[in-house]
């Protein structure tokens, strides 16, 4: 009997170790046998490096160089080896310790998590041999952005910054890596899914130390698409070597006929590499407290009251519409009233300019003139004519944060305020004064409009862009006329514009003294030359003072510039 039950004991035994076996095997077998692979397989990324930027002249502007980085698996990485990472690195241990407990908490920890970019061939060495001791030590070669004209084109270029857990998360099924890094400013943010490329990998086995065996299989990455753009990157670095310092200046230079911009400068300036360069920590930090905020693409981020460069628009409306002609005659006493209860608009002249036809009045940029010229206009129509020329919109020219100003009219301060709009708001909306905001990049493109008699090109950065072009409704009579007003601004003896007068040929142009908290806003904006119109320029300075003075000033140099260079091409065949 005793025999009998211990023999059925053996049986419930040997059924419940068979069920066991078939248990591992048979229905957890895939997933045993999968664990057993991930424990002994390992997946590396290969980041893509960037496509590269060129300007106009196939300047390289943003470029790859190839450094060493080290990387850690966590899950194979002994923490007892900190010390002699650390000594090889040249880093203090308790940061090192930070930065690897930090990479288990972050993401897959058999993922390699990067400890230290761009190592130096001295101590990339003395890692391969520690990794044959210490596993999960992880050494690639890879692309280091690189921008070789540092500042100079820092808000059309960009720049690039590591992706956050966030971000990974959301876009991984795109093939986005851990430790890749995106475009975070200009070009480089605008078209980043074309700079990136697509990642590659290396598929390695490791022994129970975490140690690399063999490689099992490898895909290489594939670089980026390289992005052209319109900039000349010489014309772009003159222009900056004129800026004195203590100005913050936007300026735009657009090729009349095919809508290609040359150059865009905003200062102040930053250096892109910092963000790039483990050494720059500290520049970084300084340049993002810096309240001047250089960061801001001031020609297409920031807009402005426009002062009295807004009176060209001013004249084009009332020819347009008819309400004065070429040889009309207002007078200006210095002050103007809309009745004998309102208060006085004042001209900048106080004396007064006298009588003053439409040429006059934007040569020596008279405020009583525009100020009668605007009633008769009415809010409504100076809106329609502003948006005609593209102002309340913003301008897509490949570049992000493009702002589109402000149109006011009467029917918009009702939605918005709901209050009614007053005749004397009419009379500072005739001088770009009052709700009226502008970015720099607009005013260049109205004046381009002008000056290529009423075609629109929509300005733009990249090369390959689609060509918009679009026709103004005004006769060729009417923008003629204001042409030859905006040359004598220029060239008359009581011009305000006397300052932009280039050396060897003849400018068109209006200068602005915009209003506003503290010193005014400096604008300059006009064509070149007068008889072949081929470049339209804008400058801008905030709070610098007249722009008869500033801008102007700026407008000339960098119209002698522009022809200084071009001979120099024509000389070298360039």
């Not at 919109?393 to 009614?420: C, F, H, M, Q, T």
């Not at 040359?487 to 305000?496: K, P, R």
């Not at 068109?508 to 320029?537: L, V």
């Amino acid at each position: 009997m005793r025999d009998k039950i211990l023999e059925s004991v053996i049986y419930i035994l040997l059924i419940f170790l068979l069920c066991g076996f078939f248990n591992v095997q048979i229905i957890h077998g895939p997933e045993y046998r999968r664990m057993s692979e991930d424990n002994r397989i390992r997946t590396i990324p290969i980041s893509a490096p960037r496509g590269r930027i060129f300007d106009r002249f196939d300047r390289v502007l943003a470029d790859n160089k190839s450094i060493f980085n080290l990387y850690i698996i966590p899950d194979d990485f002994n923490i007892e080896s900190v010390p002699q990472l650390a000594a090889i690195l040249g880093e203090d241990e308790s940061k090192l310790n930070e930065v690897i407990e930090k990479s288990k908490h972050s993401f897959d920890p058999t993922s390699p998590a990067l400890i230290k970019k761009d190592i130096s061939r001295t101590a990339m060495f003395r890692l391969e041999e520690l990794s044959t001791l210490v596993g999960g030590l992880v050494i690639t070669q890879d692309s280091l952005r690189y921008y070789p004209e540092g500042e100079a084109l820092c808000h059309i270029i960009g720049y690039i910054g590591k992706i956050d857990p966030e971000e990974y998360a959301a876009h991984k099924h795109q093939g986005w890596l851990f430790n890749d890094s995106i475009g975070r400013l200009g070009i480089e943010k605008t078209y980043n899914e074309e700079l990136m490329g697509n990642p590659g990998g290396r598929q390695i086995e490791v022994n129970a130390k975490g140690q690399q065996l063999r490689i099992l299989s490898e895909k290489d990455a594939e670089i980026g698409s390289d992005v052209h753009l319109t900039i000349d990157a010489e014309l772009q670095i003159r222009i900056i070597n004129l800026i004195a310092p203590e100005h913050s200046i936007s300026t735009c230079i657009l090729n009349i006929h095919s809508g290609e911009i040359l150059a865009l400068v905003s200062t102040p300036l930053f250096d892109p590499n910092i963000f790039v360069d483990p050494n720059k920590s500290d520049d970084r930090v300084e340049a993002l407290k810096d309240e001047r905020h250089p960061f801001i693409n001031r020609p297409i981020s920031f807009s402005y009251a426009p002062g009295s460069i807004f009176k060209v628009l001013i004249a084009v409306a009332a020819l347009q519409e008819g309400v004065i002609h070429s040889n009309t005659v207002l007078h200006c006493s210095g002050a103007f009233r809309l009745n004998d209860r309102s208060r006085e608009f004042k001209c900048w002249r106080e004396s007064g300019h006298g009588d003053m036809t439409l040429v006059d009045a934007i040569s020596e940029s008279c405020n009583v003139f525009f100020y009668q010229v605007g009633l008769k206009l009415g809010n409504a129509r100076i809106a329609r004519y502003a948006r005609m020329f593209g102002f309340g919109e913003p301008i897509n020219i490949g570049l992000p944060y493009g702002k589109s100003g402000l149109v006011p009219d009467a029917l918009w301060k009702k939605a918005i305020l709901n209050e009614r709009w007053y005749a004397g708001e009419t009379v500072n909306y005739a001088i770009g004064q009052g709700y009226l905001l502008v970015t720099p990049l607009q005013v260049v493109k109205m004046v381009a409009a002008i000056a290529a008699d009423g075609k629109v090109v929509e300005p733009h950065i990249v090369k390959g862009m689609p060509y918009v072009e679009n026709r103004v409704p005004i006769t060729h009579q009417n923008l003629a006329i204001v042409r030859r007003c905006m040359l004598m601004a220029i060239e008359s003896e009581w011009g305000t514009g006397h300052l932009a007068r280039p050396t060897f040929f003849k400018m068109a142009g209006k200068t602005g003294t915009a209003q506003t908290t503290g010193e005014p806003h400096s604008w300059y904006t006009g064509f070149f030359p007068y008889n072949d119109p081929q470049i339209a320029i804008v400058v801008m300075g905030e709070h610098a003072g007249s722009g008869g003075v500033v801008a102007a000033s700026y407008a000339g140099q960098i119209a002698d510039e522009w022809l200084a260079l071009k001979e120099e091409r024509e000389q070298t065949g360039v």
